[in-house]
T-cell receptor
Framework: QKEVEQDPGPLSVPEGAIVSLNCTYS??????FMWYRQYSRKGPELLMY????GNKEDGRFTAQVDKSSKYISLFIRDSQPSDSATYLC???????????FGTGTRLTIIP | DGGITQSPKYLFRKEGQNVTLSCEQN?????MYWYRQDPGQGLRLIYY???????QKGDIAEGYSVSREKKESFPLTVTSAQKNPTAFYLC???????????FGPGTRLTVL
């Protein structure tokens, strides 16, 4: 079993819809949680970074962490065609330089 | 204009040849990392360095080597011992351990 599980998709939704992307994890020591967006043939871009349970909002993006269920989510409101990309979740322990990544979910927003 | 640069963007190598990928950052970050990305496998850590003149193996270090002679630079050498080197290579940096990592644009290596 992988430490981090992420549905690879592909996921297609119409423009303006709310998108929900999710990851589950098995290592209860994970304390830091990140979401990256990666456009085709580009490096990942950090979208959200959080280290506590609950919600963190930044514009159209909301990151949600539920440590009791070992489950994290990224919500995208009012989705735009420019949101079409692969979304990677990543997580780490305290004092650990290593990030453990999910495999990524490929998202397409249909105009 | 701060950031992480990687060169070249595309690299072709014949089997049996060593090749070096460049990574430079002007963010004044102490920590630097090399990842490999393959379809369906996410990112896997090759090597990382927390300070100059020090580096540690990641999960898949076999067939790779690195150096960290300057804070700004962390080159990766893919040696002929790496059995399956064709992949997308990503360099990242962070202020320190426990901080978010920022990625460069990547180098796509193809072995012919």
């Amino acid at each position: 079993q992988k430490e981090v599980e992420q549905d690879p998709g592909p996921l297609s939704v119409p423009e303006g819809a709310i998108v929900s992307l999710n990851c589950t994890y098995s290592n209860s020591a994970f304390q830091y949680f990140m979401w990256y967006r990666q456009y085709s043939r580009k490096g990942p871009e950090l979208l959200m970074y959080t280290y506590s349970s609950g919600n963190k909002e930044d514009g159209r993006f909301t990151a949600q962490v539920d440590k009791s269920s070992k489950y994290i989510s990224l919500f995208i409101r009012d989705s735009q065609p420019s949101d079409s990309a692969t979304y990677l979740c990543a997580m780490a322990n305290f004092g650990n330089e290593k990030l453990t990544f999910g495999t990524g979910t490929r998202l397409t927003i249909i105009p | 204009d701060g950031g992480i640069t990687q060169s070249p963007k595309y690299l072709f190598r014949k089997e049996g040849q060593n090749v070096t990928l460049s990574c430079e950052q002007n963010l004044n970050h102490d920590a630097m990392y090399w990842y490999r990305q393959d379809p369906g496998q996410g990112l896997r850590l090759i090597y990382y360095s927390q300070i100059v003149n020090d580096f540690q193996k990641g999960d898949i270090a076999e067939g790779y080597s690195v150096s960290r002679e300057k804070k700004e630079s962390f080159p990766l050498t893919v040696t002929s011992a790496q059995k399956n080197p064709t992949a997308f290579y990503l360099c990242a940096s962070s202020i320190a351990v426990d901080n978010e990592q920022f990625f460069g644009p990547g180098t796509r290596l193809t072995v012919l």
